[in-house]
């Protein structure tokens, strides 16, 4: 999952970082003034968005306003001051999906950011299940043929971009820049390993659903036809 903070205390938006990071090993870019959080949201493809509403540069309104009106449906938490609320009916009908009043609970920041992206992808659900395949987002566990398969973080997050999105190609490009931060190329030569490490680990417990390599186009989760 990658996630955008544009937040102009920047301790605030570090400590934000770093508990997405540890919690969910989402990738994390942090913006600290209005404009250029607003080109990153704009030209990054991000799952979550979470946005100070006073801001240098363009205001957290602004900015929701700007990305809903060309059509970027990114979930948007909003991070107001307890001076801000006034503002926050207007934050939501401009289109941002959910906030916050600070100080809040890093713990609840969290499950509410997941949920929007969850929400934002369509699955309400916390289980993602394909064929025997199920995977808890909650737990951050999986299931093949119900033996628990034991996978590492990187594995785990490559196999949970891949449920978002079964029988979709998604391309190496994509998958690094949703499991590294900036310097994801530094990670290309990496990922065929987490994938073949991941494959082999599911067809160990059994498991029908196979990570496909496309050649020159990516990967793609799939079941056979029989067992769907
Ligand atoms: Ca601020």
Known sequence: MRILIIEDEVRLAENVATAFRDRY?????????????FSLAES?????????????????????????????????????????????????NAGADDYLTKPFDLGELLARGKALIRRGKGVANTVLTLGQLSLNSVEQTVHGDSQLVDLSPTEYRILEYLMFRPR?????????????????????????????????????????????????????????EASQ
Do not use: F, Q
């Not at 090993?25 to 959080?37: I, K, R, T």
């Not at 801001?55 to 900015?63: E, F, K, N």
């Open 168 to 224: 979709a190609i998604v391309s190496k490009r994509e998958l690094l820049e949703h499991l590294y931060d900036y310097r994801w190329e530094h990670h290309s030569n990496v990922i065929e390993a987490h994938v073949s490490n991941l494959r082999k680990k599911l067809r160990a417990t059994g498991e029908l659903a196979l990570v496909e390599t496309i050649r020159g186009r990516g990967y793609r989760l799939s079941v056979p």
């Open 25 to 37: 090993g989402s990738a994390v870019d942090c913006a600290h003034d209005g404009l250029e959080g």
């Open 44 to 92: 990054g493809h991000y799952d979550l968005l979470i946005l100070d509403l006073m801001l240098p540069g363009a205001d957290g309104l602004s900015i929701v306003t700007k990305l809903r009106t060309r059509g970027d449906a990114t979930p948007i938490l909003i991070l107001t001051a307890r001076d801000e609320r006034a503002h926050v009916i207007d934050l939501l």
